[in-house]
Every structure is written in C-alpha cells, then in structure tokens.
C-alpha cells in the first residue's frame, strides 16, 4: 500500500516540481535529495541493527532487557546525529561554494542542507522507536503511517508551490513532516509497549557491543549501496551541469520503481531460506532459488521491454506540462535502458542475497559489494568524462555485470549444489525467451498505434493489449510439469459444478 501511494504520488509530482521549479531548480532539489544516503553512511549501519536487536528482546518477552538496550543506545545515537551535522554543515558549504548555479540557487544550498540534516538527526534518534512497530510486527500501523505521511508531504509540498518556487520553504515543509512521522512513531511505540517510558539514559558499553556486533557488515552493505546508487548523481552535476539531472533522475527514477516490486518480494524469503538451511534441506533451497529468481528475472525483463516500447507515449502524456519535453525524453530513454539493465541483474541478486543472508554469510555480501562500488566509482568516472551523462550509468552496468556472472551467480550455484551452467540455463532460459516473444508481440502492435493523446487512449491502445500479450506468451515461461498444473487448476475452475 505505501509503495502504491508513493509511486502515484511521484508520478503525480514530478511534472509540478520541473515545471515550478525549472531544470536547474529541479536538478539542485534531486540533488540535494540523493545526498540524504550520504548521511545515512554515518549511521554505521545502526538501522538494520537497532531494528535486529529491538526485534529479538520483543521476541524474548522481557521488556527489561529493551528498556536497557534502547536507553543504551540513545546516548550514541546522539552522538552520531551531532557527527551527522557537522558534515551536513560542511558539506552545506562546500556545495554553495563549487556548484555552478545561478546565484539565486546557490544562497538557499546551505540552508536547505542544514534543514535536511536536522531531519536526518531526528530521524536516527528515533530508531528505537521506529524499531518497536517491526518488532511487534504491526505493519499495518507503519504502512498506514506512511501512507498519511505521504499525503501530507504532498499536500504541503503542493501548497508550497503555488505561493512560491523557493526550495527553502520545500525543504522547510518536508522537514514538518519528517518530524511529525517520527514523533509519532514514537508516541505509538511507547503505546505499544508502556514499559518504555521507564527509559533511562544511560552509556552501556554491552548494549553499544551488542550494536556493533549485528550492524558490523550491514555498516558495509550499506555503504556499497549507498555509493552505488548516489555516487552518479553527485558526479553528474559537477562534471556536467545540474539541468542534466533532470532526464538523469526521470529514468533512473522510473527503473527503480519498477525494480521496487522485485526488492520488496524478495525480502520475504529471508525466513524461508534461514529455515530450510538450519534443516539441511537443500534439494528445496534450490527450488526455492530457482523458482524465485526465474520469477525475479521475469518481472524485471517484462518492466525494461515494455518500458521501452512504449516509453514516448507514456513520457508525452507524463510531463506534457514540461518545456522542451522533447530533449528530455530523448536523453531518458537510453539512461532508462541502462538503468533497467542494472534492475535486471539486480533481480537475480536480490534473490541471492536472500539465500546468503538465510545461510549467515553477510560477510560475502558485504565483502562483494564494497568491491563492486569500487570498481562502479572507476568504471562512471572514466566513461563519464569520456562518452558523458550515459557514460556514469554504463560505469554501474558494467561493474554490475562482473560482480553478478563472476562472483555471485557461481556462489549461489554452489550453495544450491548445481553447476553454474546448469544453474544460469534454469534461471534465464524462459525469462529471455518469454521477454523476447513480449517484445516481438508489443513491437509490432505498437506500429499500428497512434500516439495516445490522453490516459485513456494509453490505456486502450497501450496498457490492455500489453496485458493480452503478457498472458498469451504464458506457456513459453512455463515448464511442461507447471503447464500442466495450471491447466488442470483452470479446467477444476472452469469446470461446471
């Protein structure tokens, strides 16, 4: 639900914001957006393990034990919200000394990077709390909680743009609502759970060593990530200029949603593959994995094929408000097929990442992904100077492309006990064939098409015969044995009673 209300409401805002704000205006604000995974690197991994440990002692049912855990770990959290200002302040100034924008622009950076920054802090010391709504598994206070969020970030970021295009007052309003968010999330926890309001603040080196102990690789996991996804951005509006941010952050927005639905799937197998490992199950671990990746893959594939075909009539009505739409749909269109190719890859590893986890090897993920931003960091500067914008996003391809066939596809096939070859024919082998047919089927359609001149003639002529095609190609994503079953479960359903 809140990754639904999330992805209308970007689709929604997108087209207000460049047209209030204009590229160059629009380029700082996604700018200074992307910087907020910076910050997060200080958290040291913190996150992932305050919400482990938080989970566990919920788990236990002594409350006494969290109580300690979090009034422990408060005090370091501080500290880490304070580092996590200075480098907003510096980071404030340097960005308001070296970019080269209009004047106008460069007198609100600081400002608004230290109004961001107070937000990250708030946000980091509210981790506990945040923590409990996971530990107690109400997930639908959290989603409920996002998606009210959401509507009021968007409400004031809507009111902010018909009185004015200043990205102070932006990043003001956006400010008002992560406080809020956290705030009460807070107060809920503590409804939650009473015992919490005996917290008291205290340094507890255990707790701090019990922190350190479970965020340890996840502090490595977390900045591969955060490298990976946020290095180019910066990259791209030093080396070029912050109005090319604009198609930049369009495709690769675009690929990451439809990404986002492979991701989130993914992290329910965790469990699953931590059961069947402990019970040394491992003809279904590499059912399970096969199964779950040739899905992953399906799903990744059919968003970059019929994302690309249909790309001008959806990107036309989109930013049909824009100036010169024209140049920043034809810059688009290749960086979304770069970034759909790094969503692909990343399908298949999501699924992994999975089986590494269920298997206590976080060691191996976060040893393969530090390497791997380091030669994507190489790779998107030397392409980037040499072929320019889509030079940065083929630099993350390509270390993506090494990183996945010579380092985690042979792994993951060894954990599974199957050859790398058999292994890579299982996986891929009906994805690519059932895309190509896809492609092949929308392809030709589309020459019979006219471009849509409004949301329901994209859907009429566009979205239904995508669907019609999706399901008439079914068979050639199925196995004989899979066939057979969903046409014996069809003929049960159909059958008169």
């Given amino acids: 639900m809140g990754f639904a209300v999330q992805l209308a409401i970007t689709l929604y805002l997108t087209p207000i914001l460049i047209s209030k704000l204009g590229p160059e205006g629009y380029g700082i604000w996604i700018l200074i957006q992307s910087l907020t995974g910076y910050y997060g690197l200080i ?10 440990t938080v989970t566990k002692r919920i788990a236990s049912g002594d409350m006494s034990t969290l109580v300690n855990y979090i009034g422990g770990v408060l005090p370091h959290l501080a500290k880490a919200s304070a580092l996590i200002l200075i480098a907003g302040i510096f980071i404030g100034y340097t960005l308001s000394n070296t970019l080269d924008v209009r004047r106008a622009l460069r007198d609100i950076l600081f400002p ?16 506990p709390f945040a923590s409990v709504l996971v530990g107690t598994q109400r997930y639908d206070i959290a989603e409920g909680l996002a998606v009210v969020t959401r509507l009021i970030s968007l409400a004031g970021t809507l009111i902010v743009l018909t009185y004015t295009n200043n990205l102070f007052y932006l990043a003001l309003t ?3 609502v992560n406080v809020f968010d956290q705030f009460a999330r807070c107060i809920i926890a503590v409804k939650l759970i009473p015992e919490l309001t ?5 340094s507890n080196r255990s707790e701090l060593r019990e922190l350190y102990r479970v965020g340890g690789w996840n502090f490595v996991v977390s900045i591969s990530q955060q490298i990976l996804q946020r290095f180019n951005t910066l990259l791209a509006a030093y080396l070029f200029s912050v109005s ?14 439809s990404g986002k639905i492979t991701t989130l799937a993914a992290r329910v197998l965790f469990p699953t593959f931590s059961h069947l490992s402990q019970n040394e199950q491992a003809s279904h671990t ?12 399906t799903v990744s594939l059919i968003a970059i094929t019929v994302g690309l075909i249909w790309f001008e009539p959806f990107m036309n009505l989109w930013l049909k408000n824009v100036n010169q739409k024209e140049d ?16 692909v890859l990343n399908s298949i590893r999501n699924v992994g990442w999975q089986l590494i986890m269920g298997n206590d090897r976080v060691e191996f ?28 996003v083929l630099g993350n391809l390509m270390a993506i492309c090494i990183s996945t066939f010579w380092i985690c596809l042979p792994t993951f096939s060894k954990m599974i006990n199957v050859s790398n070859a058999s292994n890579l024919q299982a996986v891929f082998l009906r994805p690519i064939a059932y895309s190509i047919a896809i492609g092949v089927g929308l392809l030709s359609w589309s020459r019979f098409v006219t471009n849509p001149e409004n949301w329901l003639e994209l859907l009429t002529f566009c979205a239904f015969p995508t669907i019609v095609v999706l399901i008439i190609a079914m068979p050639i994503l199925l196995t004989k044995a899979e066939r057979a079953i969903v046409s014996s479960r069809l003929f049960r359903l159909l059958k008169p009673t």
């Fill in 244 to 257: 090319n941010l604009v198609p930049f952050s369009l495709a690769g927005s675009l690929a990451e949603h």
């Fill in 365 to 392: 993920m976060g040893k393969t992904m530090m390497l791997e931003s380091i030669m994507a960091i190489v790779l998107s500067l030397v392409l980037g100077i040499g072929i320019g914008v889509i030079g940065l």
């Fill in 286 to 297: 590499q059912r399970l994995f096969q199964i779950a990746s040739r899905i992953s893959l």
């Fill in 328 to 343: 920043v749909i034809a810059s688009a269109k290749p960086l979304f097929l770069a970034f759909g190719l790094i969503n």
């Fill in 43 to 52: 958290d040291m991994g913190l996150r992932a393990g305050v919400t482990q």
């Fill in 112 to 127: 608004m990077v230290f109004v961001q920054v107070v937000g990250i802090g708030f946000t980091l010391l509210s981790f």
């Fill in 198 to 202: 005996g917290i008291r603040l205290k």
């Fill in 174 to 176: 956006h400010l008002g």
